[in-house]
């Protein structure tokens, strides 16, 4: 009965290439086999199983690699065998452990067939079946009618006769393994270069050989193909002269690992050179780990706040009742008619006492939390009105001078706590610097950091201050500070992201305060919340950062505003009376807001900043500013 054409319009791309290479591996002369790495069948043809003589269910797919060896061993195939689940159980356990071979055997029907294996790389094996018996016929017949040949011809005729077809399998297996080698090299290569750290080979002459293009990542502003340049070209003067020691060590062939400051953007790598066992060069291995330092800062000065606190915590309930008795029995005396010696003593004790509660004000701040408190912020005008107060404090013939090279636009900082720290350092500078001395305050733009610099023409910081200047309580004013100052600095700076340095300039002191550099984009914002009070609230927050602010009270009245011109930003909360804020589908930034804890399934799903109610404007500020820069 003949069969139609299959009708191949019904069937898809992958089965027509599906039976296109069924039926080519049909058409080969050798018997073919393919097993997974679960031993079960991928792929035969049909010369597989009229070789074998196999059961229909044997040469399917998924067929057990199991099953088919004891259907051969219980027909006879591998001749008679003592016990059938041994036999069974060998050839299992070689299939498991599969090894490339080639070999040639004579089956229980006298047929010769070779057999060759290789694994494959995704799992598995693959086995190729000659039927070689008219080969080894020819070779018995030779050897029959070999009266005027010699038996040592005829023994190398058959063994070159072997090790050509042992020679052809090497061969195949050789260029499956070239091809397997050369995808290999590939993916490595694709996954070095996705890895954010730079793994790169260096010669003995300083010169790149290998690289994965991760050098932008971890040194801003480096070439990202740099196989071929010297550290020198690679990196410049600066980090060149801070790296060639250790590569010099390295290349000696001890091992390296250590940290070094990026000089033109302030961060922290970590390097690690391993001499190559040839002796020609090294690898390196660079990473990023600013956010580990600043964790691991933040973690040790967190651990001495928390002793603050304890020491503190104790008395400054009843410190803080008794300087309220004390400030208020001296402000009765005050109010008296005394003599002048006696009303100056009374100030004196005013002062003091005050000075006490400031004292016990600082030490709640050292040892409790505090959040940012970021606005627009007008710094020009906040650095010369910190002059007009710290001036007055200055001693007899200390100057300060403010050096400001900003641009005019205002930036999100927290203006207090910066004040209070510049003043801070002022003061420091001032009581290290013997009149006539010079206070210099710097305020500039250093790439994506606002640098502010306070520096003096004192004696410079000790090696001990150096290292400790930021610890609670510790101070190089004997009987005079607090230790704390410092400290406060310290923890001001990194709450809003930033770093301080303690360094000896060329005429004394410096201290140099690094902090995000957050300009203020004014922007027309669409505000989506379906209750009213909180609408309100959110929308003073937005106005208190400059920003103009539209109103939905529902998804389907802001679907009808995202085209307005001139809107810049989206803040919606997540879920509303009428769908999900996360549907707005809008090529705009978009920032979310909402009750529902971090971890929660339907939060979990947005893919913008998400802040959580109640929020700060600070917090607020920086969601914004965060959403603006990933659509940038």
Request: glycine share 8%.
């Amino acid at each position: 009965m003949a069969h139609s054409a299959p009708d191949t319009g019904l069937l898809t791309r992958a089965e027509i290439r599906a039976d296109l290479t069924r039926s080519g591996l049909n058409l080969i002369g050798q018997a073919l086999s393919i097993f997974d790495a679960d031993l079960r069948l991928a792929v035969a043809n049909t010369q597989y199983q009229s070789m074998f003589d196999l059961p229909d269910a044997l040469t399917q797919p998924g067929a057990s690699f199991e099953d088919t060896i004891r259907y051969l061993v219980l027909r006879g195939e591998y001749g008679a065998q003592d016990d059938t689940d041994a036999a069974v159980a060998l050839r299992v356990d070689q299939a498991r452990t599969f090894q490339p071979h080639y070999f040639e055997r004579e089956r229980a029907n006298g047929q010769w067939i070779a057999v060759e294996g290789a694994p494959l790389s995704q799992g598995g094996w693959v086995t190729v079946y000659t039927d070689i018996t008219r080969i080894k016929q020819q070779e018995a017949l030779l050897r029959a009618r070999s009266d005027a040949l010699s038996e040592q011809v005829l023994l190398n005729a058959e063994s070159l006769a072997a090790a050509n077809r042992e020679l052809a399998a090497t061969n195949a297996a050789l260029q499956e393994a070239q091809r397997v080698l050369t995808r290999t090299e590939a993916r490595t290569r694709q996954v070095t270069e996705m890895v954010p750290a730079h793994i790169a080979h260096m010669d003995a002459q300083f010169r790149y050989t290998f690289s994965n293009r991760r050098l932008p990542v971890v040194f801003p502003g480096a070439a990202d193909n740099i196989v071929g340049m010297t550290l020198h070209e690679a990196l410049g003067a600066p980090t060149c002269a801070a790296l060639q020691p250790w590569v010099a060590r390295a290349l000696a062939g001890d091992p390296q690992v250590f940290e070094i400051t990026h000089p033109s953007s302030g961060r922290r790598i970590r390097i690690a050179l391993t001499p190559d066992r040839d002796g020609n060069g090294v690898y390196v291995l660079s990473t990023d780990v600013s956010a580990e330092v600043q964790a691991r800062e933040a973690l040790a000065h967190a651990a001495k706040r928390n002793l603050a606190a304890q020491l503190t915590s104790g008395m400054a309930h009843d410190f803080g009742n008794l300087l309220t008795i004390i400030l208020g029995l001296q402000a009765r005396l005050a109010a008296r008619d005394l003599d002048a010696e006696a009303a100056e003593d009374v100030h004196a004790t005013l002062a003091a006492a005050r000075r006490g509660a400031a004292l016990l004000d600082r030490l709640a701040r050292i040892s409790g939390g505090r959040e940012a408190a970021l606005e627009p912020t007008d710094l020009p005008a906040l650095l010369a009105e910190l002059a007009v107060l710290a001036r007055p404090s200055l001693a007899e013939g200390n100057v300060l001078d403010l050096r400001i090279d900003l641009p005019e636009a205002p930036l999100l900082l927290d203006p207090g706590a910066l004040q209070d720290s510049l003043l801070n350092l002022i003061l420091n500078a001032d009581a290290a610097t013997p009149p006539p001395g010079l206070i210099t305050l710097d305020a500039r733009r250093s790439g994506d950091w606002l640098e502010l610099v306070v520096g003096d023409t004192g004696p410079g910081f000790s090696p001990e201050a150096l290292s400790r200047a930021t610890e609670p309580f510790f101070t190089t004013k004997k009987g005079q500070g607090s230790g704390l100052g410092l400290s406060m600095v310290y923890d001001e700076t990194k709450m809003v992201g930033g770093t301080l340095r303690l360094t000896n300039g060329p005429t004394g002191a410096q201290v140099t305060l690094r902090l995000p550099w957050r300009p203020v984009t004014r922007r027309m914002v669409l505000l989506v919340e379906d209750d009213d009070l909180i609408r309100a609230q959110v929308r003073d927050q937005l106005t208190g950062l400059g920003h103009a602010v539209i109103e939905a009270s529902s998804l389907a009245e802001a679907r009808a505003l995202t085209d307005l011109p001139g809107l810049g930003l989206i803040l919606s909360d997540i879920q509303l009376g009428d769908g999900l804020g996360l549907d707005l589908g809008t090529a705009l930034p978009v920032v979310l807001m909402t009750s529902l804890p971090p971890g929660a399934r339907l939060r979990d799903r947005a893919t913008v900043p998400v802040l959580t109610k109640p929020f700060t404007p600070a917090r607020l500020a920086a969601a914004l500013d965060e959403a603006t820069r990933e659509t940038s």
